[in-house]
């Protein structure tokens, strides 16, 4: 009788460590994801016309693992992220706001998204 | 000698269609040039149906415009139109019109936030491609260069855009000065993806220097920008001055066309 309790406490024992082993591993993975993103910010002038910024756009995107790519007219920015392994330097962020027809100004690089602007 | 004098009245027409269509007055405002050589101010494939109303012709013209940009600061393009003129108590005539070759190039820039202010100029060639033989004929039959300053001032709130330019014509056409002046508003909050209605007003102008008459246009029009890639417009032209006989007067131009952005 001592033994079946031993071995049932044992088993439920044994469960809850290996959940406790499993929870971690998702948030980890998740984690790591976002220490691998560099978010980036370029303050841009001369967006003026919605359509023509469709041009800085493409040029963007023509960075490998450029994603989440955000033009924001009045606030004069443009918002993406990349891989840490495929971050540009300012260099070249500047050449291909260049490129695309506008002037660059500001360049931020950060480990966390930049906030959103809110529409009150 | 009435067919003569006929003729010459339909040339006349076909000659102010040429600089009339605008078709290379790409992206807003919709009949004046922006300096502007971007998205679908620059890249967007161009075309448009223009009724003229004459107090004697109906002249359709569908023009498709084709520019390229080198850069963002040097742009070419190809400009080819299909023209039908329906004259009083004439038999229409249809068919491809002159030919048009066009460059543009930056001159000066200056960005702010949000806004920008910049100048380029055009040069403009036009080849008598079109037949003369018809009556009326739909070619002008006159090699035509054109050089134009362009300028404009856009904020996301409004844009002001000029332009002057001297047009040098063969054949016994006349020399003219060309200047276009236009205001756009457009009405919702800006926006990117685009989904804007932009208002035009401005005025068009056309001064023959060899035979000293001047045509002035109120223009007006309204372009609705529906992705980053496509526009739908449309336009109408009222003539405030036109220092010409009352049998080639211009009631009224009548636009609609769309940009597409393509490359």
Known sequence: MKNTVNIKT?????????????????????????????FIKVEVDGLSCPFCAYGLEKKIKKIETAKDIKIELEEGELTFNVKNSH?????????????????????????????????? | MLLNLNMKKILFVLFSITFGTGVYAQGPPIFTETPILLGLDGGGIRTFGRFIVKENATVYVQPVGIPYNLGSKTQIGIIGRFININPNQIQSVSGFGDLTVFAKQQLYQ?????????????????????KTSNTPSIGSGSW????????????????????VGYN??????????????AFVYPLLPQKYPPNQINL???????????????????????????????????????????EVTDARKTKYTFTLGTRILIF
């Open chain 1, 10 to 38: 044992g088993i439920i024992g044994l469960f809850f460590v290996v959940a406790f082993l499993m929870i971690p591993n998702s948030s980890n993975a998740q984690a790591t994801e976002t220490a691998e993103t560099v």
């Open chain 1, 87 to 120: 971050q540009p330097t300012k260099d070249e962020l500047t050449s291909i706001v260049k490129d695309a027809g506008f002037t660059p100004k500001e360049i931020h690089f950060s480990k966390i998204a930049f906030k959103e602007k809110t529409n009150d």
């Open chain 2, 110 to 130: 200056k960005d702010g936030k949000g806004k920008t202010f910049r100048i380029i100029v055009k040069l403009n060639q036009v080849f008598p491609t079109g």
């Open chain 2, 144 to 163: 035509q260069s054109q050089l134009s300053l362009i300028t404009g001032y856009v904020t996301l709130k409004y844009g002001i855009y000029g332009q």
């Open chain 2, 168 to 181: 040098v014509t063969s054949n016994d056409l006349t020399d003219n000065l060309i200047y276009n002046f």
């Open chain 2, 200 to 242: 035009n007003i401005g005025f068009n102008g056309n001064y023959k220097t060899t035979i000293k008459g001047n045509s002035l246009f109120l223009s007006s029009g309204v372009q609705w920008i529906v992705s980053k890639t496509t526009l739908f417009e449309t336009g109408m032209q009222f003539p405030l001055i036109e």
